[in-house]
C-alpha cells in the first residue's frame, strides 16, 4: 500500500523563522508531489507543486525534492502568523489519484 | 477559471437516515472528479474517483455510494448512516492526464447523531 509519512507536530516556529516540513513517502514510481495548506474548518488550498528532483522557489515558499532518497520538504521563509496552518503532502499514487499525508499542524508564535 | 460547489456546508444527521451530498465544476469539461473525507484529526481518505460519466472507482468498501449523472456533477449518497461516517467531506477534481493537481471544493462537515 502507498503511504505518505509527515511529523504530525505540532511545530511551533517563532515569527521570522524559516519553518521547515518534511515528507517521505514510500512508491519510488511516483512522479508528482504536491504541499497543501488547510485552514481551521477549511478545504485544503494548494501551495506548491513538484515533479523534478532539486528545489522549486515561489515567493516564500521552497519545496525541495529528492526522489533517490523518497523525500519531499517545504521552507517557509519569513514565516508569518497566517502561515499557522496544517500543512499535507500529496503523492500522485497513480492514475491521478493523490495519497496524503496526516499534515503537520504548524504554529507560527508571535 | 474553474470553480467548485459543494452543499450543504454542514449537516446533522441521524443515524440511520439517508445521506445526498453534491457537487459541481464550472469551467472545465471532462473533469477527474473525487470525493474525499477527512475524520476529526485525520488525514484525507480517498473514498470515490471519476474519470467521466457514470465511470466510478470505489477506494474504501463502507455504506456510501457515488454517482455522476452529469460531466460535471458529483453526488454522495448513502441509505443509511452510521455514527462513523461524520466527518469534513471534500469533493475534488483534476484535469485528466495531467500531473494530478487536485482542486478541493468548500466541503462539507457532516454530523451524525
Known amino acids: 500500500q502507498k503511504e505518505v509519512e509527515q511529523n504530525s507536530g505540532p511545530l511551533s516556529v517563532p515569527e521570522g523563522a524559516i519553518a521547515s516540513l518534511n515528507c517521505t513517502y514510500s512508491d519510488r514510481v511516483s512522479q508528482s508531489f504536491f504541499w497543501y495548506r488547510q485552514y481551521s474548518g477549511k478545504s485544503p488550498e494548494l501551495i506548491m507543486s513538484i515533479y523534478s528532483n532539486g528545489d522549486k522557489e515561489d515567493g516564500r515558499f521552497t519545496a525541495q525534492l529528492n526522489k533517490a532518497s523518497q523525500y519531499v520538504s517545504l521552507l517557509i521563509r519569513d514565516s508569518q502568523p497566517s502561515d499557522s496552518a496544517t500543512y499535507l503532502c500529496?503523492?500522485?499514487?497513480?492514475?491521478?489519484?493523490?495519497?496524503f499525508g496526516q499534515g503537520t499542524r504548524l504554529t507560527i508564535n508571535p | 477559471s474553474q470553480t467548485i460547489h459543494q452543499w450543504p456546508a454542514t449537516l446533522v444527521q441521524p443515524v440511520g437516515s439517508p445521506l445526498s451530498l453534491e457537487c459541481t465544476v464550472e469551467?472545465?469539461?471532462?473533469?477527474?472528479l473525487y470525493w474525499y473525507r477527512q475524520a476529526a484529526g485525520r488525514g484525507l481518505q480517498l473514498l470515490f474517483y471519476?474519470?467521466?460519466?457514470?465511470?466510478i472507482s470505489s477506494e474504501v468498501p463502507q455504506n456510501l455510494s457515488a454517482s455522476r449523472p452529469q460531466d460535471r456533477q458529483f453526488i454522495l449518497s448513502s441509505k443509511k448512516l452510521l455514527l462513523s461516517d461524520s466527518g469534513f467531506y471534500l469533493c475534488a477534481w483534476s484535469v485528466p492526464l495531467g500531473h494530478g493537481v487536485t482542486y478541493f471544493g468548500p466541503g462539507t462537515r457532516l454530523t451524525v447523531t
Open positions: 471519476s474519470i467521466g460519466i457514470d465511470q
Open positions: 469551467g472545465t469539461s471532462n473533469p477527474n
Open positions: 500529496a503523492v500522485n499514487g497513480g492514475a491521478q489519484k493523490l495519497v
